[in-house]
């Protein structure tokens, strides 16, 4: 299974993002995938989907950020709004919790 995540760059606070996870050699569908994210030592549970679409958000997250998974695209989606310094780090993908992307950098900064 490979991960390639997209998307990462410079915000402002405030800005939003859509960061993209594309899975190859993998039947998608039936996977959950997360989205974690490092800005220490700690790897940080942002948000996972379902099989079934079914949906968890971190609490510091909620009502700002939004996953979705395009199962005929194999691609997960973190739409990130309302974005705050806080928020920066590298954003990982997960599949299934045993495969990582390589990362894609986030930085909130004036």
């Known amino acids: 299974v490979q991960l390639v995540e997209s998307g990462g760059t410079l915000v402002q606070p405030g800005g939003s993002l859509n960061l993209s996870c594309t899975a190859s050699?993998?039947?998608?569908?039936?996977?959950?995938m997360t989205w974690y994210r490092q800005s220490g030592k700690q790897r940080e549970l942002v948000a996972s989907i379902g099989q079934s679409f079914e949906t968890y958000y971190a609490d510091s997250v909620k009502g700002r950020f939004t996953i979705s998974r395009d199962n005929t695209k194999k691609t997960v989606y973190l739409q990130m709004n309302n974005l705050n310094p806080e928020d920066t780090a590298v954003y990982y993908c997960?599949?299934?919790?045993?495969?990582w992307g390589q990362g894609t950098r986030v930085t909130v900064s004036p």
């Open positions: 050699g993998t039947f998608f569908t039936v996977y959950t």
């Open positions: 997960n599949h299934e919790g045993d495969f």
